[in-house]
């Protein structure tokens, strides 16, 4: 079936350390969106890619997707303790409406 | 504050007890979507509903039925479940169903965390 890979599980970094996540599939993505859940809350939307080499920026948060449009990353600069959670890239399934999320990475933040 | 609301936030019942999760939105949105999600694991979807009408359901269980009585409401109902169904429960929705790859964004709500003894 169709999957997302997403790398890595966990990540702990120092407060102000850069902090990457990356998402790849098999099979090329007509689009890929990323979502953040914080500790004991919902996933929140963070943006949708659609374009082949796509770069889009949101403050600190860099978000690309691939040539090949089968991989995509998150990078955050500069660590605050309110990046604090956990990333997911999600991808479309076979049928309308459907996400295949990735595992996620739980990124926690030392102050 | 999330535009998605759901009760209640938690809900704690035995294994022969029948209950239901409400979900309420009012972003005019018409797809509707059920998810459940496990500690440490991403969403698992269970049922989108379309306009009110159903269109996915992932092979759930029969004691996870689903009901869309409007465009704003979702309801989950449940009845005789088992004690690895307890989890967090979430609903969301979006703007429209999308379709051959294209996405949506969706909107989640805050959940009902579920524990059955």
């Known amino acids: 079936g169709q999957q997302v890979m997403q790398i890595p599980q966990y990540q702990h970094v120092q407060e102000g350390e850069d902090f990457t996540t990356y998402c790849n599939s098999s099979?090329?993505?007509?689009?890929i969106q990323w979502y953040k859940q914080r500790p004991g809350g919902h996933p929140v939307f963070l943006i949708q890619?659609?374009?082949?080499?796509e770069v889009k920026k949101q403050k600190r948060l860099t978000f690309q997707f691939g040539e090949a449009k089968k991989n995509s990353s998150l990078h955050i600069t500069a660590t605050q303790t309110t990046d604090v959670g956990t990333y997911f890239c999600a991808g479309p399934g076979n049928q309308g409406g459907k996400l295949i999320f990735g595992q996620g990475t739980e990124l926690s933040v030392k102050p | 504050d999330t535009e998605v609301t759901q009760t209640p936030k938690h809900l704690v019942m035995g294994m022969t007890n029948k209950k239901s999760l409400k979900c309420e939105q009012h972003m005019g949105h018409r797809a509707m979507y059920w998810y459940k999600q496990k500690a440490k694991k991403p969403p698992e979807l269970m049922f989108v509903y379309s306009y009110e009408k159903l269109s996915i359901n992932e092979s759930v269980p029969s004691r996870f039925s689903p009901e869309c009585p409007n465009s704003s409401l979702l309801n989950l109902h449940l009845h005789a479940l088992q004690p690895e169904d307890s989890a967090l429960y979430l609903c969301?929705?979006?703007?429209?169903?999308?379709?051959?790859?294209?996405?949506?964004?969706?909107?989640f709500g805050d959940g009902t965390r579920l524990s059955i003894l």
């Open positions: 969301a929705s979006s703007q429209r169903l999308g379709g051959n790859g294209d996405l949506a964004p969706q909107h």
């Open positions: 890619l659609v374009k082949s080499g």
């Open positions: 099979t090329t993505l007509s689009n």
